[in-house]
């Protein structure tokens, strides 16, 4: 049985190099938890120094600056969320297909599954 916490043996994947690191990216929740603070972050200061030019300057230009380089920021973030979503569904295509021929390859391996409404 292999190690749920280790990676596959990609090769017989045919990955392509951004899979193969998603892939091993997946195993290292860690990476995620570090996103998810550096977003929270950036969107805590920007909120912070966008807050403090509008409330202690007269300043409406460098206000809609900070707002804009906001706007600019979160677009990037939500591009590079909507890129790993396609390479997260690439990669799960490529390893359904993968299951799918090894249960051609041995049907007495493939689990049991109900039909759907039926709990199983």
């Not at 190690?3 to 690191?21: F, G, I, W």
């Not at 249960?103 to 409404?117: F, K, L, S, T, Y």
């Amino acid at each position: 049985m292999t190690n749920p916490n280790q990676p596959l043996d990609s090769t017989a994947l045919d990955l392509t190099d951004e899979e193969h690191d998603l892939l091993r990216r997946c195993f290292d929740d860690a990476i995620t938890h570090r996103r998810i603070r550096s977003v929270i972050i950036a969107a805590t200061l920007f909120g912070v120094l966008l807050a403090a030019v509008g409330f202690f300057t007269d300043f409406q230009l460098a206000v809609t600056l900070i707002a804009l380089v906001y706007v600019a920021v979160t677009t990037l973030e939500k591009v590079a969320f909507g890129r790993s979503v396609l390479l997260y569904k690439g990669l799960v295509r490529k390893l359904a297909l993968q299951v799918g021929d090894l249960w051609e390859e041995d049907p007495a391996g493939r689990p049991e599954v109900g039909q759907p409404g039926q709990g199983g």
